[in-house]
């Protein structure tokens, strides 16, 4: 049976991933972490939950804190991250310019490979920075 909370993949296998596919598990990944700290800080009804959920998981709260952690990741990961930001989606959504969608799509990607990687401490980290960077109006 596949364990699809904690793939493991060979480098070759997490290499042939586009990096849309990154940025795409990379979303889901952000998210849900973004839901966990949201469901911690406790006392709100789930409305409330949701609205400081969307605002941390927005593509411009998302791409104000991939510009802040750029300066702390290391080469491989600057790397995933530059890939992710010149990305060429075929849609951005309405409620956000190019240039955020893009950052946000960095930052994603990079979440998204830190995941098939297994680097959860390395994903806190980030995330940890990320909340410190981007949503003291959110949270």
């Not at 364990?3 to 993949?9: D, M, S």
């Not at 940025?23 to 849900?32: H, N, R, W």
């Not at 994903?123 to 949270?139: P, S």
Request: net charge neutral.
């Amino acid at each position: 049976m596949e364990n699809y909370l904690n793939p493991v993949l060979s480098d070759e296998e997490i290499e042939r991933f586009s990096v849309l596919a990154l940025a795409y598990l990379g979303d889901g990944v952000f998210e849900l972490m973004a839901r966990t700290h949201q469901a911690l800080l406790g006392g709100v009804t789930s409305r409330g939950l949701h609205r400081k959920t969307v605002g941390i998981v927005c593509a411009g709260t998302q791409a104000k804190a991939s510009r802040m952690i750029k300066e702390e990741l290391n080469e491989k990961e600057l790397s995933i991250y530059q890939r992710g930001r010149n990305a060429k989606p075929k849609t951005i959504p309405k409620h956000s310019d190019r240039a955020d969608y893009s950052y946000a799509t960095a930052l994603e990607a990079l979440f998204g490979w830190l995941f098939l990687k297994g680097n959860i401490s390395r994903i806190n980290e980030l995330f940890h920075m990320v909340l410190q960077a981007g949503t003291e109006d959110v949270q």
